[in-house]
């Protein structure tokens, strides 16, 4: 698992948000490290209570903290800054485009903490900034194995190197489904409990298959065969068959498979000659569809049978 960092400097550059920040001061502090998606609003730090001030976020200042700065004997503001940035702050940002106080710029400048500046009202920066930091930040991984899109559901086909995990997606493929990756999946966690999945930027829309060799989904299908990234939903495991292994054949107990902290519904699905694990994939995607509706078909099963099995006990003692 990869827990990826920003620094504030990324923030200059970024440009697929539109944050749009321009530095005002504190150009040393750039090289300070953004580990936490969550920004905060000074408050009470700002009057001298920083009991609750947490220094690893940004601190945004909109129209009310600056207008109540402004408004601060020049002492005042100076002590109150001062104390504020006393702290290892990663850095500040004003919105609206409003002119930070000369107290702020040069406490900032002195302290090395960066002083941005955006045009946004502070409600939009906030939106904008938060999913910024959100899809920068939140742990990543990879797996070897192919994500496919599956009838809007997400499956994440793995297994050993040569079981036919590609063969599967190309099939899938043929009837209407997406490839989403193949061979390398990179996931990224997106809160509060979703893996994202897609592909690396030299694999895209690329696949693998043995005997034919690397081929272009995208080329060959067209755009509607393939996705950039997917909700990963379900994981299916393909194993190879074995005769001395006892496979679950009711399906009422549901599995799970843990990535990134995530737990999402696992089926271990043996393969063998003369199976079509396609249409079995395909079967399992609808599945899960009907569960999301409250509907467990093997469960459903078993109540029946329990209960048929119930009445005739009840018959039997009767007689």
């Known amino acids: 698992m990869n827990t990826p960092t920003l620094t504030v400097n990324n923030l200059l550059t970024e440009t697929e948000y539109g944050l749009n920040l321009t530095l005002v001061a504190g150009s040393r502090g750039l090289v300070n490290r953004l580990t936490s998606p969550r920004i905060q609003k000074p408050g009470l730090a700002l009057t001298g209570y920083t009991i609750h001030l947490h220094p690893n976020r940004l601190q945004v200042l909109g129209n009310t903290e600056i207008s109540y700065l402004q408004q601060l004997p020049e002492e005042t503001a100076r002590e109150y800054i001062g104390k504020l940035c006393s702290f290892p702050l990663i850095g500040f940002m004003v919105t609206k485009g409003l002119e930070p106080p000369e107290e702020l710029i040069r406490a900032a400048e002195e302290a090395g903490i960066p002083l941005l500046v955006s045009p946004h009202q502070s409600s939009t920066f906030i939106s904008l900034i938060t999913k910024f930091l959100e899809e920068s930040l939140l742990p990543t991984t990879h797996l070897h194995g192919v994500l496919v899109d599956v009838l809007g559901v997400g499956v994440l086909l793995l297994g050993k190197s040569g079981i036919g995990k590609s063969e599967c997606a190309l099939d899938l493929i043929l009837r209407g489904n997406r490839l989403v990756a193949d061979d390398v999946v990179f996931i990224r966690k997106k809160m509060p409990a979703s ?7 030299s694999l895209q829309y690329h696949m693998e298959i043995r005997g034919l060799g690397i081929i272009n989904i995208k080329n060959l299908f067209g755009v509607s065969s393939i996705r950039e990234k997917k909700i990963i939903d ?22 799970q498979y843990s990535i990134l902290d995530v737990e999402l519904p696992h089926l271990k699905i043996p393969v063998r000659p003369g199976r079509n694990l396609t249409s079995i994939i395909e079967v399992a995607a609808r599945d899960y569809l009907l569960k999301g509706m409250g509907y467990h078909s093997a469960r459903e099963f078993h109540e029946q049978l329990m209960n048929r099995l119930e009445v005739r006990h009840l018959g039997d003692e009767v007689e």
């Open 195 to 201: 893996l994202v999945g897609m592909a690396g930027e």
């Open 234 to 255: 379900l994981v299916i495991e393909l194993m190879e068959w074995d005769a001395n292994h006892e496979y679950d054949r009711l399906g009422i107990d549901d599995a």
